[in-house]
């Protein structure tokens, strides 16, 4: 008698779970409670109430509440129309166009845009978007040092006279190391050695730059820019993702990239919540400023108190503890203590870099902010690993 196939199959990704449980990695959905360290609703808009009338509003004045098609198809509506035009001029760009999630618009940009006779330089720690993008686009991959320039411009020179484009990605604010890409130096490389730069500005839309417009609107260099990504489910509390730069970037994408062409397109009302997302943020220059004051104080005291903050110059804080088992202790015992805190473990970051990752929101304290400083430093003293190294 043959085998069960679909018992295999299960019996398979059983074994897959447990060899991730024994390493500490395996990871389970449940819905966080307590002061939210985890959130990417770095300006509090997720609960503004101004946002959820607006988007009332938008529900209510909508001739349709579903996207019915593509955008190619049945989907397209003035609304999308003029929001983009309304972000290409809040980005300083030429045009934008809108796609359903960051991932698919960093899957889209990049697959349309490059070929297998390009090279691409990328930072070693980019997001899993832009490292998949690269994957399915297929073209010579050239990983760089973290944030390490003088290894760029090396490998940038030594492929002065090879085929193909050349392509420089790169985050703005790094989501895990919290820590931010010098893009005017980058930019400068990439206009010296023929090539071009996208930057995802996922972490920085709305909380860094002018009216929140990112980290390369703040250097001025979105015109030299190939393309700009921002997103739209983070500090603007919506969803989707804008891909902002040339007429012609926007036109060859509404033509040539897969995630945008094959996707139904969002219900018009969406247009509305994030239009209203972008005017609020517009205006919200005190609580980027605090959250960049708060955020600061922070990194500032963990290294204090001697903990590996990596860099960390944004609202995100990480502070870097090295084992899996030595961070997911410390995650419960700050949940134990009222914090919604997540530990992140490889493949998330790298192999003994496990780490508690702080996101810091407007809505968050200053009493709870120093409350979460004492309460890490708590765990740390009853480590009897680190109080021996520290009385040695």
Not at 288 to 303: C, G, S, Y
């Amino acid at each position: 008698m043959p085998s069960d196939p679909l018992a295999s199959w299960k019996s398979r990704l059983k074994s897959g779970l447990r060899e991730l449980e024994s390493w500490s990695q395996r990871r389970n959905l449940e819905e966080m409670r307590g002061v939210n360290f985890c959130s990417n609703d770095y300006l509090g808009l997720a609960e503004h109430p101004a946002l959820r009338e607006a988007v009332l509003l938008a529900v209510q004045q909508a001739k349709r509440v579903g996207g019915t098609g593509s955008r190619l198809l049945s989907g397209q509506t003035e609304d999308w129309k003029l929001l983009e035009e309304e972000f290409a001029n809040f980005a300083g760009t030429e045009a934008a166009l809108y796609f359903g999630s960051g991932y698919a618009a960093n899957i889209g940009l990049l697959t349309a845009l490059v070929g297998k006779d390009d090279v691409v330089f990328s930072d070693a720690l980019n997001h899993a978007s832009l490292i998949d993008g690269m994957r399915l686009a297929g073209p010579r991959k050239v990983i760089y040092p973290h944030l390490d320039l003088n290894a760029l411009e090396s490998a940038l020179r030594r492929d002065l006279v090879a085929p193909g484009r050349k392509i420089i990605v790169t985050e703005s604010v790094f989501s895990m190391n919290g820590d931010i890409a010098p893009l005017r130096e980058m930019t400068e490389l990439a206009e010296k050695y023929g090539a071009v730069l996208i930057v995802d500005e996922a972490h920085a839309t709305a909380v860094h730059g002018p009216q929140g417009s990112g980290i390369a609107a703040q250097a001025e260099l979105q015109l030299r820019l190939m393309a700009i990504v921002h997103t739209c489910g983070k500090a603007l509390a919506s969803a989707g993702a804008f891909v902002c730069g040339s007429t012609v970037l926007k036109d060859h994408l509404i033509n040539r990239a897969r995630t945008f062409i094959f996707s139904t397109a969002p219900p018009p009302y969406l247009a509305g919540q994030i239009r209203a997302a972008m005017n609020l943020a517009a205006g919200m220059d005190r609580e980027r400023e605090e959250l960049q004051q708060r955020a600061a104080w922070l990194a500032r005291e963990f290294r204090f108190a001697g903990f590996d903050t990596a860099g960390s110059a944004s609202q995100i804080v990480p502070a870097i503890l090295g084992k899996n088992d030595d961070t997911m202790e410390a995650a419960e015992f700050l949940q134990r203590e009222g914090f919604a805190v997540r530990g992140i473990r490889p493949p998330t970051v790298p192999e003994g870099k496990a780490r508690l990752r702080f996101s810091l929101t407007s809505s968050i304290s200053t009493t709870e902010i120093s409350r979460l400083k004492e309460t890490v430093v708590e765990w740390r003293a009853r480590q009897p690993v680190a109080a021996a190294v520290r009385n040695a």
